[in-house]
Structure formats: C-alpha cells, structure tokens
C-alpha cells in the first residue's frame, strides 16, 4: 500500500511539471496571433508595400503602370544616358558629407563647450541651438534666402552648404549631449591627475568617449541632408540642384521610371553601408 502512495505521489510531481510547461505552450501559441502583432504586421506592411512596388516597376519594360515584360532598360538609362540626374546626385553626396562634417565638428565641441563651462548665456544658447528642430521648414527656407539676398550672396552649391550646415547642427548637439549626460566626469578629474592638461584630456578622453553620439549625429546629418528639399529649394541656384529638387523638376512631366531605378540602387547602397558599418558602430558603442 505504501508503495502504491509513493508511486502515485511520484507520478504526480514528475506530471506536473509537464502540465504546467503544456500550459505555457499552449498560452503562447494562443499569444502568436495577438493583436499586437497583427498591428506590427500590418504596419509593416503598409511601410515596405511602396518599396516593393517601386523595385518591381524599375524592371518593367514601359513607362506607364501596366506591365509589359521584365527589363533592364531604365536602368540602361540611367547609368548611361543621365547625365543631368547623376551632377545632381554629386551635389547631394557633396553637400550631405561636407555640410555633416562641418555640422558634427561645430556641434560636437558646441555640446562639450556648454556642458563642461558655466557662463551668463549658457541656457540662451542651448534654447536658441534648438531653433531650426522647432520651426517649420518653409520659414527656415525664406528667411535663409532673404539672408542671403541681403548680404548679395549668389545661390549655388554654397548657400545650400550653409543652409544644410545650420540646420544639421542642432541635431549633432542633441546627440552629443545626450551622451555627455552619461559621461562620468572622474575620468577627467583622473587625466589632470595624471598630468594631461585640458586640451589632451579632450582630445584624448572627452572625444573618444562621445564618439557613439558623434557618429551618430554625422550619419543623421547626412541623412537629413540628402533628403532635404523645402529649405533646398529655396537657397539653390542655377546649376545647383540637388537630387530632391531634381527629381521634383522631373516629376511635374510623370514619374519616369528612371527615378525608380535610381531608388533600387540607393536603397541597395544603404542597405550595403548599413551592413559594414553595423560592427564597426558596435565596436565604437562598446568604447
């Protein structure tokens, strides 16, 4: 009899565990199609749909929306016969590396100035920093242009320089003192300890230790710059379009299916750099 008891009682405990884990496989299959995820998907969707649609249409053989057959022909045309839409792509490469460099040193040492120093008119240049984030695009378009009319500054390759610079700037500020915010100021303090004066705990601390916000806040700028049209337009010139104008020029006559070819191949570039770049950024985050 005694036995029996400890045998069912074994049982028992050797079952429950198999119950319990039952339970929770039937629970989480049940969570599969939660509403959550049905949003995520959807979204997901809604968001890719457009590109998907855009890729298979740079292989269709006619200009219009019914498909014809599969071919290369748009993309014949624009590695050979666009010379127009490549200068403007140079432009916005050239604008979107020089500006976000420009933008990234200027914001970088704007962040470890007002961060490290106490002086009168500290807040006003953090609140007057965050302008260009705040105020619409069109009202930094105007008055940026009427700037330059009123000091007789040509438009061209370099107001639209200018232009990408100052509003890129805010953004690399932001970045940066977000990762100052972290920063523990010992290590400074154990530097000077160590005999490093300001300019080399700088150079040697502060810089490497922000390099995550940094980088961060140079790839952003180029990102904002590239796609930037409505303050483009206002400050650009003859001669001097970037992508985003030109293709708004190219459209008003139809979408040519040249444009969707172009998109194929930047989005195939910017999958490509995201994918090399993805170790080194964990190595710098890791710093």
């Known amino acids: 009899m005694k036995l029996n008891i400890k045998a069912i009682i074994t049982s028992l405990r050797s079952a429950a565990p198999l119950g319990e884990s039952a339970r929770h ?55 050979f016969h666009s010379r127009d839409l490549w200068r403007a792509f140079r432009n916005s490469v050239f604008i979107a590396l020089s500006s976000a460099a420009t933008a990234t040193v200027l914001g970088t040492f704007g962040a470890i100035g007002v961060n490290w120093y106490r002086f009168r008119l500290r807040n006003y240049i953090q609140t007057i920093s965050f302008m260009p984030m705040i105020l619409p695009e069109i009202i930094i378009g105007v008055s940026l242009s009427l700037f330059f009319a009123g000091i007789k500054l040509r438009l061209g390759l370099l107001t639209i320089f200018i232009a990408h610079a100052t509003f890129n700037l805010p953004f690399v500020f932001l970045m940066v003192m977000a990762r100052l915010d972290e920063f523990d100021f010992s290590i400074i303090e154990a530097a000077h300890d160590l005999g490093a004066n300001e300019r080399q705990a700088l150079l040697k601390v502060t810089i490497p230790i922000c390099m995550p916000g940094i980088v961060s806040g140079f790839l952003t700028a180029i990102t904002i710059s590239l796609e930037d049209f409505v303050i483009t337009s206002f400050v650009s010139g003859p001669g001097s379009s970037t992508l985003p104008v030109y293709i708004y020029s190219a459209i008003r006559f139809g979408v040519s299916p040249v444009i969707n070819a172009l998109s194929v191949v930047m989005i195939l570039g910017t999958v490509l750099l995201t994918y090399l770049l993805r170790n080194f950024l964990k190595y710098i985050a890791a710093k």
């Open 25 to 79: 496989a039937r629970r989480a299959y049940r969570k599969q199609f939660s509403f959550s995820q049905t949003v995520f998907i959807a979204t997901i969707v809604f968001l890719f749909m457009p590109l998907f649609v855009l890729i298979l249409y740079s292989f269709n053989a006619s200009k219009g929306m019914n498909w014809t057959g599969f071919s290369f022909r748009w993309y014949e045309q624009l590695f």
